[in-house]
């Protein structure tokens, strides 16, 4: 059985005081959770204020991005031991606003899949397609694009430890959410496809769907038998929100 996994994604949100009130509110309604696991992936910057609240929790924490190096001039960046020091145990990889707006490319994207394992660290690996590329029927071919990068980088046995997201770039941040037949044809898709290379990877590998996940739509998605969770932007940041969805899961 694949326990289902939500995780909230703050992007670039929140000072210290924000982040303490949000964090407090989750872990406050936590116990109505039954079966998911939790998980949040605050900016860096809050990393430690969150990590000292979800203490004896259950709730887990990551970051959203990770450079490939371990420490070195790189100015700007974070490393994957710097995310193991803060007890971080997920990190999102090639979430499609680091694609779009930063040229994070498949191979790096890869890469940054493999260091993140290398440090003990569970991808969270982002795949979607374009509006223009769902019309143009292109989602299957993208979508084996950005999936054949990590196989190639990592081996079918990289997905052992690992979460995928199916996030529709047409849906993130969008309020058009797929719906949950078009998001359960795509999961079944990716579980098939990786099923060909191993099977039991491929069954006890957890998918989440993201893209205006709100607690009014996600048991609709969350009930489709290859959606295994969400991954939440704009709704991981109102506690209720996002406890409503979890509970949905
Ligand atoms: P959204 O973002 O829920 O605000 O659409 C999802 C994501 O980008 O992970």
């Known amino acids: 059985m694949r326990r289902p996994i939500v995780a909230g994604n703050w992007k670039m949100?929140?000072?210290?005081?924000?982040?303490?009130?949000?964090?407090?509110?989750?872990?406050?309604?936590?116990?109505?959770?039954?079966?998911?696991e939790i998980v949040v992936?605050?900016?860096?910057?809050?990393?430690?204020?969150?990590?000292?609240?979800?203490?004896?929790s259950g709730i887990g924490y990551g970051a959203q991005n990770l450079n490939v190096h371990d420490v070195g001039a790189f100015t700007g960046e974070?490393?994957?031991?710097?995310?193991?020091?803060?007890?971080?145990?997920?990190?999102?990889?090639?979430?499609?606003?680091?694609r779009a707006l930063y040229g994070e490319s498949d191979d790096l994207v890869a890469?940054?899949?493999r260091a993140a394992q290398q440090h003990g660290l569970v991808p969270i690996l982002c795949v979607g397609e374009t509006l223009d590329q769902r019309e143009k029927h292109?989602?299957?071919?993208?979508?084996?694009?950005?999936?054949?990068?990590?196989?190639?980088?990592v081996g079918i046995e990289g997905f052992n430890k690992a979460v995928i997201a199916y996030e529709p770039i047409w849906a993130i941040g969008t309020g058009m959410t797929a719906t949950p037949e078009q998001a359960q044809e795509v999961h079944r898709f990716i579980r098939e496809k990786l099923s060909g290379l191993d099977r039991n990877i491929a069954t006890n590998l957890r998918l989440q769907y993201g893209g205006s996940v709100k607690g009014a739509n996600a048991r609709g998605l969350l009930d489709q038998?290859?959606?295994?969770?969400?991954l939440i932007g704009g709704a991981s940041l109102q506690a209720d929100e996002f406890l409503n969805i979890c509970r949905a899961a």
């Open 13 to 36: 949100n929140g000072t210290r005081s924000e982040a303490a009130t949000l964090i407090s509110g989750i872990v406050a309604g936590v116990n109505s959770v039954n079966t998911a």
């Open 78 to 98: 974070v490393s994957g031991p710097m995310l193991r020091d803060l007890g971080c145990t997920y990190v999102i990889v090639g979430h499609s606003e680091r």
């Open 225 to 230: 038998p290859d959606i295994d969770g969400g």
């Open 138 to 153: 292109q989602t299957e071919k993208v979508i084996i694009r950005q999936l054949d990068a990590v196989v190639d980088t």
């Open 41 to 56: 992936c605050p900016p860096f910057t809050l990393i430690s204020v969150v990590a000292d609240a979800l203490a004896g």
């Open 111 to 113: 890469d940054k899949f």
